[in-house]
């Protein structure tokens, strides 16, 4: 959430935005504008990447301020029969299919069926409760439509919903993981549940089954998701789980901090300047040598099948490059 007394106009949130070119000058005026309550130019060229939270240095949260901005200033030009999408999430059913007791529950919201085949099948996921639907969808994802409230009012029934399995609960959303990790604090909620993202339990598996893994000997260009600016720890178990099954992250312009949205949050809203965003993006993972791109946020996966297969470079889901060390996926 936005604090202002964290901070001191360094301008370095916008300075480093991908979708901008300013000064220190020119960004230290729009966040100042912003404090004013005043229109802002960063209010209408803002992508909702949500990077400038990760960027400033003083924990501020400039994300913030410029999402409650755009919200009431209705400056983000979404489409008018996308404005409301993520309110369908409600008529998706719940489902819960209970797994062994002693592991914990998979949560895949309302991602299954961006994922792709089988991304969940095999030995790691054996025996969990997977969990699915509308209740258990946290909203984030309207974040990319400019708007925060809809996040916040409907955070608490998903975490009572979550709550409500009685289980540890593993998130491959990482949207979701954002939310209960990062967001519900803003909110005043605390999860009464234990939690952790699908790359610690993967982590986890691996280095329990070692002598399973066959290291692959591939280079691997990351597709970071812009939820990830929330929680950006985590990336040190997407590392621990390359080095234990054998892959080279390479290292490319435009990952860790300087990752780019796979434009899935605004290809609708700003159609050339997601078509040349993906361009950059892709032309980067060829030219840095990868062997293949990596996903984790199925909709960077959908998003980014057929810009990465136009350039020859092969896409796999970060749970099937698993699967491939494990010996049960060629
Ligand atoms: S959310 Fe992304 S596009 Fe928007 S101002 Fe921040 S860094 Fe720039
Ligand atoms: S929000 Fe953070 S990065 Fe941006 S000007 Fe303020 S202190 Fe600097």
Known sequence: M??????????????????????KEKAAANI????????????????????CREYCPTGADPFDLIL??????????????????????????????IGDSDKPALSLCIMEGNLPPGA?????????????GGDYFCY??????????????????FIDNLAGLGKDIVFLHDDCYAMVDAKIKDYGITAPFRYMHLYEYMRNYLRDHQSRITPLGKKVAYQRPCASRYTPAKDAFLDEIFQLIGVERVNRRYDRGEALCCTGAFIRVYPDLAREIQAKNIDDAVASGADALVT???????????????????????????????????
């Open 68 to 97: 409650r901005a755009m919200e009431e200033k209705k400056t983000f030009p979404v489409p008018p029969d996308m404005a409301k999408i993520f309110d369908l999430a409600a008529t998706v059913p719940a489902s819960v299919s």
């Open 2 to 23: 936005w604090d202002a007394s964290k901070c001191d106009l360094c301008g370095e949130c916008l300075v480093r935005c991908p979708y901008v070119e300013y000064d």
């Open 296 to 330: 984790l946020c199925p909709m960077c996966d959908r998003v980014l099948r057929k810009p990465a297969a136009a350039k020859g470079l092969t896409k796999i889901y970060v749970t099937d490059l698993c699967r491939m060390a494990l010996g049960e996926l060629p």
């Open 140 to 157: 984030v994802g309207y974040v990319h439509l400019g708007q925060e409230s809809p996040v916040e009012k409907h955070a608490r029934q």
């Open 32 to 51: 100042q504008a912003l404090m004013d309550e005043k229109d802002a130019e960063i209010l209408h060229r803002c992508v909702t990447c949500c990077a």
């Open 120 to 132: 969940v099948d095999g030995e790691m996921f054996k025996g969990m409760t997977i969990v699915k």
